[in-house]
């Protein structure tokens, strides 16, 4: 890829990022932080093309690429199910009935 | 060629899809939808990769998948809410880990590069290993596994000289047309020290900064991991997160008061606290039947929540309590410090499970004024966000840092564990003042006595 077609999308990407979350309430802080570590799990894909890529003959370059795709594979499945927990909670029925115990 | 072009069709339209994710997840309404929809897009994504032609090694690929995503899967199911800062740290340590992994196969590859790529290469396996050391360091604080905020003497030096060698290191690699194993094993150690001594003097009340920020490191990682694979959805996805990151990371460093740069150079530790003045008086304690009394005839009490309801698991029995009293008339609120808990939003979080609702929760700026109106205020387990030398004492280390002001209530029960300092270490003038009284014990059992009580009036 050209460098500066890179650092457009950089600087697009940057100012996306900051615009999306700038009006968001305290009470989403945490379950954000939490979404955005589930979407940078995407690395996954990119530690598959690596391991894709590795040379099959050496095992070094396996390894680190079988423990790459494992690391991605957990951030992405972790981060979801926890972000997903999480926003559970928020269901917005539950705002008037109270106690649910 | 039809299928790279449909391979490239796919990542655009996972990186668009991540990005509506995340603006849904910024409101209450829809976030539920916006993680579900970026969790579609992630599924899509993977498996889109397979089809990306040249690919070798695809059964060892499927099964770090399959190991990877159930053990986070299934860890990430069981875990108690009240330890959720840990596993966003963990999580989020593993995706810098395997960052600095994919930069690790291609220096050992030995592809050549051209100089922005290099560069990037090096910065991305930098940041990323510094985010995998430091969140396992998070990791093990939360989770209790190491107690201490350790300071190394010549802390911002060590700090200072190491990021200058593994940057130095790093290039020397980059650059060279054929690194040896030991030069990039050498790389890799050092970066990874680097996460170590970066995060390891940081305890207290900064730790949710530092995991945000963490967080944010990570996806730039991920980003520059995208230049350097000529992958555009990695790249938009990691510096989508790596911007947003930074947001959110000053927003919660705002919210303390505390610059970011103060975190990271000079962490809160107890040895600071030891010369921020001495406490005078005596802490007073009172039976639970006097805290229900002071409550139940009360007009207005504001429960203030922090760490301690978290770990005691308490939430259910304080919505009991206050539902309780609610039904004697008295109104009940609570009042959430921005960093209350582990995590910013962290105390919203459990108190949404035990069911509270939203209309009964308020933030600082919204609630501060109503303090001296309260009769009481019921101060569980937050300690530091309810010290009032952050507004009087010049020369505590959290002195400017917005608090709770719990001291201007008419009564403040303080529901306590022990007698010990909080989590930063500092004495808590609020506890010796003349309208505060103690309440000693677990969360979960003191406001079970409580309610007992409450019940006994009400009899």
């Known amino acids: ?101 | 060629m039809t299928s790279n072009w449909f391979i490239n069709a796919s990542y655009f339209a996972v990186a668009l899809v991540f990005i509506l994710g995340l603006k849904a997840m910024s409101s209450p309404v829809t976030a539920r939808k916006g993680v579900i929809w970026a969790g579609f897009a992630m599924v899509a994504a993977t498996v889109v990769t397979f089809f990306m032609p040249g690919l070798h090694n695809t059964g060892l690929m499927v099964l770090a998948i399959v190991l990877g995503g159930g053990v986070a899967w299934w860890s990430g199911k069981v875990v108690k809410m009240t330890d959720m800062p840990q596993m966003v740290a963990i999580y989020n340590g593993m995706g810098g880990g395997a960052a600095a992994g994919i930069a690790a196969v291609e220096l050992v590859r030995g592809v050549q590069h051209d100089p922005m790529t290099s560069t990037l290469l090096v910065l991305g396996a930098i940041i990323g290993s510094v985010a995998f050391s430091g969140s396992c360091i998070a990791f093990a604080k939360l989770q209790g596994l190491m107690d201490k905020a350790i300071r190394l003497p010549q802390q911002n030096n060590i700090n200072f000289f190491l990021s200058l060698l593994t940057f130095g290191v790093g290039l020397t690699i980059g650059y060279s047309d054929a690194p040896s194993m030991f030069e990039i094993t050498l790389f890799f150690l050092l970066a990874l020290a680097l996460g170590v001594v970066l995060v390891i003097p940081i305890g207290g009340a900064d730790m949710p900064v530092v995991i945000s920020l963490l967080n944010a490191f990570t996806g730039l990682a991920v980003g520059f991991k995208g230049f350097v694979l000529g992958n555009p959805a990695l790249i938009v996805a990691g510096i989508v997160v790596g911007a947003s990151g930074m947001l959110l990371t000053q927003l919660m460093a705002k919210a303390m008061n505390r610059p970011i740069k103060n975190i990271i150079f000079s962490p809160i530790t107890g040895e600071a606290a030891a010369e921020g003045g001495e406490v005078q008086g005596t802490m007073r304690e009172l039976s639970a039947l006097d805290a229900a009394s002071l409550m139940r005839y009360g007009q207005k009490v504001i429960v203030i929540p922090g760490y301690g309801m978290a770990v005691a698991g308490a939430q259910h029995k304080v919505w009991e309590m206050a539902q309780l009293l609610e039904e004697g008339g008295v109104e009940v609120v609570f009042a959430i410090h921005p960093v209350a808990g582990r995590m910013p939003g962290h105390m919203n979080v459990l108190l949404a499970e035990a069911g509270v609702p939203y209309d009964k929760i308020f933030d600082l700026e919204e609630i501060n004024a109503d303090f001296p109106q309260a009769d009481v205020a019921l101060v569980i387990g937050a300690n530091d966000v309810v010290n009032p030398v952050a507004r009087t004492d010049k020369s505590s280390p959290i002195y400017g840092m917005p608090i709770l002001n719990a001291d201007m209530a008419q009564n403040v029960i303080v529901v306590k564990r022990g007698r010990g300092a909080g989590y930063s270490g500092i004495e808590n003038a609020l506890f010796y003042k003349d309208n505060c009284r103690m309440l000693y014990g677990s969360a979960q059992a003191v406001i079970g006595d409580v309610i007992a009580q409450i019940k006994t009036l009400e009899a």
């Open chain 1, 1 to 101: 890829m050209d460098g500066f077609t890179a650092l457009y999308i950089f600087m697009l990407a940057a100012f996306t990022g900051y615009e999306v979350i700038s009006r968001v309430p305290v009470i989403l802080h945490t379950p954000l932080m939490s979404g955005s570590n589930f979407i940078h799990g995407v690395v996954l894909i990119g530690a598959m093309a690596t391991l894709g890529h590795a040379d099959p003959e050496d095992p070094l370059q396996l390894l680190i690429g079988f423990v790459a795709v494992f690391l991605g594979a957990a951030n992405a499945a972790g981060g979801y199910i926890v972000t997903e927990r999480m926003l559970g909670m928020f269901k917005t029925g539950n705002r008037k009935e109270g106690g649910a115990q």
